[in-house]
């Protein structure tokens, strides 16, 4: 069985500051993570994904994410925000052996401060 | 490569009546999946397909949902009865490949409104 928890469903920073999306998983196999992000009345576009490779994992638009296996976390960050990445954040989480649908976090709404 | 397309983006239904959405994944993309959106949620699984062959379907796809991939292209996912509770955004997303580590991509969705 696999899911996660992301911790605060509204986060609100200031434009310039930084961004933590706070994720942790649980997972009965080694895991893989994902990022989304979801704009207003659309579909999901991946950020980034964890795939074992790289435990510091960069994606699109300035995000990135560290995988911390003794933490159980995939915090997503990025050093300044902007007007632009005000939107809601999912994590996700699949496994290896089969365990291949996407389980979701209950999502991180990001609203940003002028 | 235009994307994962979905039809209708909206629809509004009375409480009874059947409805079909449709989903175009990414050619040469082998599997699909449908997830279910309600409002404040994260998106949950419903089923999926690797060419035409449905190897999953959660709990919450009650026998008043059924899904196709005819021949291994676009998809199609049938609510009959409808009710209120079955309100909720429809989300495609298709993949390449097999394994878990394979992104999912996904289209703009249905949404879907019981009345």
């Known amino acids: 069985a696999q899911s996660v928890t992301q911790l605060g469903s509204h986060v609100s920073v200031s434009e310039g500051a930084l961004v933590l999306l706070r994720c942790n998983y649980s997972?009965?196999?080694?895991?893989?993570l994902f990022w989304y992000v979801q704009y207003p009345n659309q579909g999901l576009q991946l950020l980034l994904k964890?795939?074992?490779?790289?435990?510091l994992v960069k994606g699109i638009n300035g995000f990135e994410a560290e995988f911390k296996k003794s933490e159980t976390s995939f915090h997503l960050t990025k050093p300044s925000a902007h007007m632009s990445d005000a939107a809601e954040y999912f994590c996700?989480?699949?496994?290896?052996?089969?365990?291949?649908?996407?389980?979701f976090g209950t999502g991180t709404r990001l609203t940003i401060i002028p | 490569d235009t994307g994962v397309s979905q039809d209708p983006r909206h629809k509004i239904t009375k409480r009874g009546q059947n409805v079909t959405f449709r989903c175009d994944p990414i050619s040469e993309h082998n599997r699909l999946y449908w997830y279910r959106q309600t409002l404040g949620q994260g998106p949950e699984f419903l089923t999926y397909?690797?060419?035409?062959?449905?190897?999953?379907k959660s709990r919450l796809l009650s026998d008043r949902f059924s899904a196709e991939r005819p021949k291994g292209s676009f998809s199609t996912l049938e609510i009959q009865r409808t009710e209120q509770g079955d309100s909720a955004m429809y989300l495609c997303a298709s993949s390449l490949g097999i394994g878990g580590q394979e992104t999912q991509y996904f289209g703009p969705g249905t949404r879907l409104l019981v009345l």
């Open positions: 397909f690797q060419n035409e062959a449905q190897l999953e």
């Open positions: 964890y795939t074992s490779a790289a435990t």
């Open positions: 996700a989480v699949t496994g290896q052996g089969g365990n291949e649908k996407l389980t």
């Open positions: 997972s009965s196999v080694p895991p893989y």
